[in-house]
């Protein structure tokens, strides 16, 4: 895809997530240091260094999820920053002129707090109980750098 958009002078847009950080302090920026914590992260910060290396690039390091949240149950815990795919969707025509990297997603709060909001039944469960995930609870972003950018508040519709 990059050698492609790069032969069409095409802008290429890069979809990652807020896993690639190290899930530990939260109010993460962009110029953080990043330490995915899975095969998924990984992954996805493999697929940044090779965008990376394209300057008509925009790597959006998203946090969304399906409307309306699908789960039962939600991590009282594990603090992040929902907003939903339509969200986002509104916002990217409005974004096609970035280039670089840019954290995007909703108001920084736990998934239960994000959930119970749209769903009056959710029920509170707690990530401490995964050993494998009890240093992973916040992977909330700093969304100032895109938060410059008046189309920004697409992202917090319905928030």
Do not use: Q
């Not at 909001?117 to 895109?146: A, E, G, H, R």
Request: hydrophobic share 40%.
């Amino acid at each position: 895809m990059l050698k492609i958009c790069s032969k069409l002078k095409i802008k290429l847009i890069y979809f990652s997530t807020n896993y690639v950080y190290a899930g530990t302090k939260g109010n993460y920026k962009e110029s953080d240091p990043v330490l995915p914590i899975n095969n998924y992260a990984w992954s996805k910060l493999g697929g940044e260094a090779a965008v990376k290396m394209y300057n008509n690039s925009l790597i959006l390091r998203v946090c969304m999820t399906e409307k309306p949240f699908l789960h039962k149950k939600a991590f009282i815990d594990f603090k992040t920053n929902f907003t939903f795919h339509e969200n986002i969707a509104n916002f990217l025509f409005k974004a096609l002129r970035l280039k670089g990297v840019y954290n995007i997603g909703g108001k920084s709060r736990s998934v239960y707090k994000f959930a119970k909001k749209f769903n009056k039944k959710t029920i509170p469960i707690s990530i401490n109980k995964n050993k494998k995930m009890s240093n992973f609870s916040d992977v909330s972003m700093n969304l100032n750098k895109i938060r410059k950018y008046s189309f920004a508040k697409l992202l917090d519709k319905n928030f």
